[in-house]
């Protein structure tokens, strides 16, 4: 289901961008198959939660890009950007858990300075 909606919003944000003025009217948003699709109120909500898209304040019933939202079309669509997304949490995992590794070594490391410390005063 997830999957789903990244599709459509992956879908919607290419058409927005690609529309003049990077504006779509609500009856113009698609689904994958580019057909018109029934809940596309709750879909709208989906997409202003996220911070894609907002009212158009000239037009009733149409909605435009974010700064966010074009940003995310410019650099490879939405798909991308969670991919990226993903791939910089793995990243800081990795590094978080190397983190942890060291700080035992470093324990360890000055535990035995401080042995050689005082086996050398005796």
Request: positive net charge; proline residues 2%; hydrophobic residues 40%.
């Amino acid at each position: 289901m997830i999957n789903q909606i990244n599709v459509l919003i992956e879908v919607n944000l290419q058409l927005l961008y690609k529309s003049g003025g990077n504006s779509l009217n609500l009856k113009d948003f698609k689904d994958d198959l580019g057909n018109k699709f029934q809940d596309v109120e709750t879909f709208i909500k989906i997409l202003q939660k996220k911070d894609l898209i907002t009212p158009n304040l000239n037009k009733k019933s149409c909605y435009e890009l974010t700064e966010f939202g074009k940003q995310i079309c410019e650099n490879g669509g939405w798909l991308r950007h969670l991919k990226n997304q993903k791939g910089a949490k793995n990243k800081t995992a990795k590094t978080e858990s190397r983190e942890i590794l060291f700080d035992p070594l470093i324990i360890v490391f000055i535990f035995i300075i401080i042995l050689l410390f005082y086996s050398l005063q005796k």
